[in-house]
């Protein structure tokens, strides 16, 4: 499957932003689908994971409460809507799916597929 994410920008502290993934070529509905972000000089790092069916979501204690994954699977596009916005979300923001995560979806090594990233950057 091929990633494309977009939706990144630059917004002050206390908004939101929406980012978005289109996936193309095999099945998006079979593939476990995540965000990651990474910051200049910091590993990568999970931000929020969702199920094939997207009945289970996962986020990262930072983002609880302030992000929402979600998917539709009939257009091949996993979302992440962004809210409360502080300048630590600063990063660059990666899409990311695999077949199976199983108890390492919180990993980015469990991932095979991996869009170029939107980067997010949030004033102060």
């Known amino acids: 499957v091929q990633l494309q994410a977009s939706g990144g920008g630059l917004v002050q502290a206390g908004g939101s932003l929406r980012l978005s993934c289109a996936a193309s070529g095999r099945a998006f509905n079979t593939y476990v689908m995540a965000w990651f972000r990474q910051a200049p000089g910091k590993e990568r790092d999970f931000v929020a994971g969702?199920?094939?069916?997207?009945?289970?979501?996962y986020y990262a204690d930072s983002v609880k409460g302030r992000f929402t994954i979600s998917r539709d699977n009939a257009k091949n596009t996993l979302v992440l809507q962004m809210n409360s916005l502080n300048p630590e979300d600063t990063a660059n923001y990666y899409c990311a799916g695999t077949q199976y995560a199983g108890n390492r979806y919180r990993i980015a090594g469990a991932y095979a597929y991996w869009g170029q990233g939107t980067l997010v950057t949030v004033s102060s």
């Open positions: 969702i199920s094939i069916s997207g009945g289970n979501t």
